[in-house]
C-alpha cells in the first residue's frame, strides 16, 4: 500500500523510502536525501550506466554531421595540396629546365 511520502525505484519499483517519515531501508535519512533519491541501492549504478550509455549516444548522433562536414574539408584541403604540390613540380621542373640552358 503507498503511503503519502513514499518513493519507489524508478528501475525496479521497491520502496527505498519516506520523505515524511524519513524512514529507508537503511535508517532513518534526512528529508532531502530522500526526495533526491531515484533509484534502490542495487538499482542506482546500474542506472547510471545506462544513462551514460545514452548521453554517449546521443552526443554520437549530435556530433555526426559535425563529423562529416569535417572530413569532407580535410577531403578538400588534401585535393588542393595535391594540386599545389604539382604546381610547385612543374615550377621545380621548369627552373631546372631554365638553369641547365
Ligand atoms: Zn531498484
Not at 545514452?54 to 554531421?65: F, G, Q, T
Request: with cysteine; glycine share 4%.
Amino acid at each position: 500500500m503507498k503511503v503519502e511520502g513514499d518513493h519507489f525505484c524508478s528501475r525496479c519499483g521497491v520502496w527505498i523510502g519516506n520523505h515524511n517519515t524519513g524512514e529507508t531501508p537503511e535508517g532513518q535519512k534526512s528529508f532531502f536525501s530522500i526526495i533526491r533519491r531515484k533509484y534502490c541501492e542495487e538499482c542506482r549504478p546500474a542506472a547510471i550506466s545506462e544513462q551514460t550509455r545514452v548521453r554517449l549516444h546521443n552526443l554520437r548522433h549530435r556530433n555526426k554531421p559535425k563529423l562529416k562536414q569535417a572530413a569532407d574539408e580535410l577531403t578538400k584541403a588534401v585535393e588542393v595540396i595535391e594540386a599545389q604540390r604539382e604546381v610547385i613540380m612543374m615550377l621545380k621542373a621548369e627552373l631546372e629546365n631554365r638553369v641547365k640552358r
